[in-house]
């Protein structure tokens, strides 16, 4: 059963002044018949009309988990997140780090799976970790909408009760899992790279870069449920694939209403700016501002070819629009986990060393020997890179003579 909702007009305190109306940043506050009005469909609980209101008419109401007995939520689930009838590589992450977490509170581990004809995809969540699969199968959730996907999933929590949902970071994560964390009135830790369970209260505890990479904060959840964060991919581990494992696949279906939405999918527009996807990629080479002119990026290319990599750039490469914002690296780009990453031309910022903390071995070309990157690489050139570059190319290509996989 769905909660009440929290917002409430005070009619005795409401001047009808207007100005929660002219605040509300998705027009859902409107006037009739002299009493103001909040569309529950369009109001996201901002709590922007809250505070603009001077007499305090708006109020919220104790949100009902503050009661609620936090014993009722049990198992860990993650969002299976699928494009195209397959499910994405973060998903099999997120059971890595689910299986754990689902260990250490002795519960189940479960994947949500949305989509259409997609059954044939839930063995493969079971064979990386999961115990049950949880699958809506419907036309209208073939391809991802945020106002069915949030609503589906809003449901299935309500009649559940997860104790912890995990989501990638991508941006179907981000978009579906803040309108959830909002439906059910719970909180929403974005982009963590660490989760682990407090030995002592079993908490969730998630940990994300915070201040622009410069500390790390800690965040829990101790008074709602579910407990909900988002994980970048490539920061978890994947678990090996385990033909023998079954587990039990809950088949779910869902009214019109509940599927209904107000934005349609039209296209699937493919990003074909790289041959080697940026975060699925061994090998990456990266060029920073230290390449002087989006030119020059031929020199990175060329070595990235050479080594069957992808092509990685630091912000102000991708700001200035030398290189798509495909290819930025960092904390407001991909994070990435290659075993070899060359960084040309980049001076080491924590933006960007937030993108690459788990790549495994880290080379640094740049002429300034108190570059912040020799602090944290394995193997550092200082000098020239139009003297490096082409030369480590030149010597790649004879030595490695590579034929790169399509
Ligand atoms: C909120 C926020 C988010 C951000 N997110 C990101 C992000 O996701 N990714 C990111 O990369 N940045 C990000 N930034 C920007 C970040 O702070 C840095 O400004 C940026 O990473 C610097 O890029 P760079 O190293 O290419 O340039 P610079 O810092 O200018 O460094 C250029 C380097 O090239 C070297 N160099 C110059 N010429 C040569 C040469 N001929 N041969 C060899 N070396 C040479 C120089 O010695 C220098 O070290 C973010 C910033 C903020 C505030």
Redo the contacts with the bound molecule.
Sequence with gaps: MSKPFPLRILLKKCTMCGICIDSCPVSALTEDDEKIFIDESLCTLCGICESACEEGAIVREKEEQATVSLDEYKNVWIFAEQKRGKVEPVAFELLGKGRELANKLNTELIAVLLGHNIECETQILIHKGADRVILVDAPELANYLPEPYAKVLKELALEYKPEIILSGSTTIGRSLFGRLAVGLSTGLTADCTILDIDDEDKKLIQTRPAW?GNIMATIITPKTRPQMATVRHKVMKELPLDKTRSGEVIRKSFSKEILLSRSHFIEFVEDLSQQVKLTEANIIVAG???L?KPENFKLIQELADILCGAVGA????VDDGWIPFSH??????KTVSPKLYIAV?????V??LA?IQSSEVIVA????PD?S?FNICDYGII????DVVPLLTKKLKKSLNTKCKE
């Excluded at 000098?383 to 139009?386: H, I």
């Design positions: 622009g920073g501002r230290g002087e630091s912000r102000p490469c930025q690296v960092g904390q407001t780009g031309g980049i001076s080491g910022s933006q960007h993108g070309i740049n002429k300034d570059a990157i000098g020239d890179l139009f």
